[in-house]
């Protein structure tokens, strides 16, 4: 079992930057693709990034594309959200998930296997 606690949420001004972090509990987080997502009010949870294992390989939706960058520190068995020019439609819960799953990325909610509880972005207009 893996715990994923996401801190670093809160409200921000549209254009400003925001990072979020994701710890997770286990000892072998080096093992798992890490993965961010988001739900918005009233709309369904979205993909946001994923990393390999090894931090070397990342993928993003296209909303977020050249604003949005994913890494990880697997000493610190930390993944992070680093979010730049934010907009009005980033406002969302956004949950960081882990997942055992054989692939080098996964981009599909159903293959993770561990979330947390999710942290909120809110961006003024």
């Known amino acids: 079992q893996v715990q994923v606690v996401e801190s670093g949420g809160g409200l921000v001004q549209g254009g400003t930057s925001l990072r979020l972090s994701c710890a997770a509990s286990s000892p072998i987080f080096s093992t798992y693709v890490m993965g961010w997502f988001r739900q918005a009010p009233g709309k369904e949870r979205e993909f946001v990034a994923t990393?390999?294992?090894?931090?070397?390989?990342?993928a993003y939706a296209d909303p977020v594309k050249g604003r949005f960058t994913i890494s990880r520190d697997n000493a610190k068995n930390t993944v992070y959200l680093q979010m730049n020019s934010l907009k009005h439609e980033d406002t969302a819960v956004y949950y960081c998930a882990a997942s055992r799953k054989p692939y080098l990325m996964v981009v599909y909610g159903t293959q993770y296997d561990y979330w947390g509880q999710g942290t909120q972005v809110t961006v003024s207009s």
């Open positions: 990393v390999s294992r090894s931090g070397d390989n990342t």
